[in-house]
Structure formats: C-alpha cells, structure tokens
C-alpha cells in the first residue's frame, strides 16, 4: 500500500501536494473528526441519560469507544500515509498502528456479533433473558471478546513483525506474505462474525414474525351483554395489549439493530474482498480501490452515532440535552 508518487514535485513538508490530495485529505480529516466526536457524543449521551444506562447499552459504549480509537489512532495515521505517500514515523509507530488498526476493527466487528447474539436470546428465550441476564454477564462477554480479538491477531501481527522485513516508508500487514495466516484470521476475523450475524438477526425475523401471527391469532373477543343476554352487534376484539407493546419495543430495537448491520455489510464488503483475494492474486485490484476498501471499513465507525441518532428517541433526546450542556443554554422543558 506504498502510495509514493515520485513523479510529482515535492512541496512544503516534503508533500507532493495536488488539488486532489488536498481535498481527499480534507474530506478524510472531517470523516475522522466525526469518528472522534460522534462516538464521544454517543458515550456521554449514555451518561447523562438515564433511559440509556442498561447493561445492553454496554455493548454501544464498547463499540463507541472502540470506534472513536479508530478515528484517533487508526484513521489519522492512515491519512497522514496517505498524504506523504509513505509511512514517515518509525518502526515502533508503525507497528502501534499496525496492530491498533485490526484490533480495534475487529473488536467492533466482534461487538456488533455480541449484540446479534444478545438479541437472538432476547427474543428467542425471553422468559430466561430476563431472569439470568445482568450487567456482570455483559461485562463479561465484552472481556471475552477483547480476549478472542487478541488471540486471533496478536499471534498473527507478531509473526509478521518477526518475520517479515518492509522497505522503509512501507507499513501494512502484506496478505501476500502471510498467506495462510489470511484463511486463519480472515475466517475467524472477519467471516465467522459476519455469518454468525446474519443467522442470529434471520432466526429473530422469523421468531418475531411467528409471535406477531401468533398475536393477531390469539385475540380475545369480548362479548358485551344485555341483561345477561349476549349482545353479538356489541362484540369487540381486543388484542393482548401488554404482549403487543413489547413485541413493538422488540421489533423496533431489532429494525435499528439491521440498518445498523445493513451499513456494515456495504462498508465491510470491499475489504473482506480485498483482504482474501490479494493474499493470492496481489495486483488484482487497482491502487484506488485498496484506499477506498480501507476507508469504507473506517467509515463504518463513523456512521454507527448517526445511525443511532436516527433510530433512537433516547439518543436523539440525549444529543439535544448535550448539546445545550455544551453551549451552557436551559434544555427545553419536556
């Protein structure tokens, strides 16, 4: 991912500047500065709502977090390679960045299955849910999946420090030299959490359109009388009514849950391409088309705070409430 242009004169901090790299690395600072603040966003919005403390909203504050690193030690490294057409720190920045960038995107990858996972026991066994779930046990499958990111790529990432040498100013993790290890940490990585995501989410379709049928099959008529009578122009059906609101709360929180995931698949796809292909077939895809695989994935952490914003009554009362915290004004009264 050597992006070097020899052939353009160097300008001012030894930048071949262009119109382009100009507004490419614009638009890549203000995509970073939206990471940055719109993932912090999310996390403070946690704290000052109190609708939004809930072990469940755990998993948003570690995927919040998780992604707001992306922005700081992933995204502005990678546009400063960008612009200088090289890697210009050492060797012990390189490796930070190295290792930051696929543990922090695989820790949001491993989050987002988490939270595939949780809704999957939530709908398909909700009496057991309900009665053994607690934030302890949501602690503890975060901690978990910080572990399996790090056993899945910190083996990798040291073998490939240790084995491999780069040229200066080169700095990736090169698929072509670590061709099996791509089968090992692009299944386990990448693959398995995306599949384990589609089956959860389509098991809890199907399960909820099966109560939602369920509901509708099971109404109560009930019979008004006259005089003990039965006044049959007087029936009415009547629908479970406490049944029907939280299969609405469900469905709601799974609708918000898919567009989430939706968004992740179009941002995702260019790089589990790129990532298997070009272990074995290395000029298969244009120099453009390895940055922008790079920054569709980046961008997923981007657009995760929107996505909740527009999904999420709490979230969107929360931004607001911040935000006249922020600029020291009296929020509205509700």
């Not at 696929?102 to 909700?126: A, G, H, N, P, Q």
């Not at 100013?169 to 386990?188: Q, S, T």
């Not at 398995?192 to 008529?221: E, H, N, Q, W």
Request: aromatic share 18%.
């Amino acid at each position: 991912m050597n992006n070097t242009t020899d052939a353009e004169p160097l300008g001012a901090g030894g930048i071949a500047w262009s119109t382009s790299k100009v507004m490419l690395f614009v638009f890549q600072l203000l995509i970073m500065l939206e990471t940055i603040f719109g993932n912090l966003l999310v996390v403070m919005s946690v704290k000052v709502e109190k609708k939004l403390q809930t072990p469940f909203n755990y998993y948003i504050v570690n995927l919040a977090i998780t992604d707001m690193n992306v922005g700081m030690s992933v995204m502005s490294l990678f546009a400063i390679y960008n612009l200088f057409g090289y890697f210009p720190f050492n060797n012990f920045i390189c490796g930070y960045w190295v290792w930051s960038d696929y543990t922090m995107t695989f820790e949001s990858v491993f989050t987002l299955m988490t939270i595939s996972i949780d809704r999957f026991w939530s709908v398909t066994w909700s009496t057991h849910y309900r009665n053994t779930y607690s934030p302890k046990k949501c602690l503890a499958l975060l901690c978990v999946t910080w572990c399996v990111v790090n056993a899945i790529w910190l083996p990798a990432f040291i073998y490939d420090r240790v084995a491999n040498d780069y040229a200066p100013g080169d700095c990736y993790w090169d698929p072509l030299r670590n061709r099996y290890l791509v089968i090992y940490v692009g299944f386990l990585g990448y693959y398995m959490p995306f599949l384990t995501m589609i089956g959860a989410y389509s098991r809890i379709l199907y399960v909820m359109r099966k109560r939602a049928r369920k509901i509708r099959d099971s109404k109560k008529v009930q019979v008004a009388t006259v005089d003990g009578e039965v006044d049959e122009k007087k029936a009415v059906v009547v629908a479970d009514d406490k049944e029907e609101q939280r299969r609405k709360r469900e469905q709601k929180a799974v609708m918000t849950l898919l567009s989430i995931i939706g968004v992740f698949a179009v941002c995702w796809v260019p790089f589990y391409l790129l990532f298997v292909i070009s272990a074995w077939y290395p000029d298969f895809f244009p120099g453009w088309f390895v940055e922008f695989s790079y920054w569709m994935a980046y961008i997923n952490s981007a657009v995760n705070p929107i996505l909740y914003g527009i999904s999420s009554a709490e979230f969107r009362a929360a931004y607001i409430k911040i935000f006249y915290i922020i600029t020291c004004r009296e929020p509205p009264s509700s």
